[in-house]
């Protein structure tokens, strides 16, 4: 008995540091809605917000377990178990609903990036500071190319040659000096009418990225999976000793 306990609670504590890691894909998930509130696809709108409960009662699950293996309660036990099928279960109709609409999802993304670019100023929001994040550090251009910034209004209406800072391409500086403009810190100077700038668009970065770090990905689904499958194995068989063992009184 005392074995399985040790191994429940090995299994609880797992699962309870595997739902940290999600936490960060929580987040960001918690902030898509904000990011397109009036656009947002239904079925991946519901599907983050699935994501995001899951990660959260992971978390709270994974101490219950703990308590119900340490002091053999069957009930609490119980509960657990029955708590574990229910978040596999979100978890595969969460991941079903982006596999399944993600073409609806790249277009719609494609239309709300567009707005957010159009209306693009000064960084003044968690939105625009995001997808600067996302230029300097993926090194991409708009969602297309950088020509998706030609209808931003500020770049639009400026009489000299302006770009985003953060799609700034080091490499070309020689070729192709910039400066930063004083009347909007997110904005470059060019030289000349070429923007230095990265040539490829973030969609193709981010599909690269999600490509090459799949395996990953998947791993730690996998390990998850697994891990809530052990706690769901573990569970019913002490649930099961605890009722073998006729010398000691069911606790309720």
Known sequence: MHHITALLITAHSAHSASALRPQGFAHAAAGLPSCVPEHNVTSVKVACYILVAVGAFSMLMGFVGCVGAIYEIRCVLGLYFTCLVLILIAQIVAGSLIYFQKEELHNEMSKVIGEVLEGYSNNSTSTERAWSFVQKNMECCGWTDHEDWKVNQVIKNSSEVLFPCSCHNVSMTDLNPAESDPENSWLCKSKTADWPVYSTGCSKSVESWLLTNIGVVL??????????????????????????????????
């Open 219 to 252: 791993g730690i689904c996998v390990a998850v999976a697994f891990i809530e499958l052990l706690g769901m194995v573990l569970s019913v068989c002490m649930c099961r000793n605890f009722q073998e063992d006729y010398s000691k009184v069911p606790k309720y």
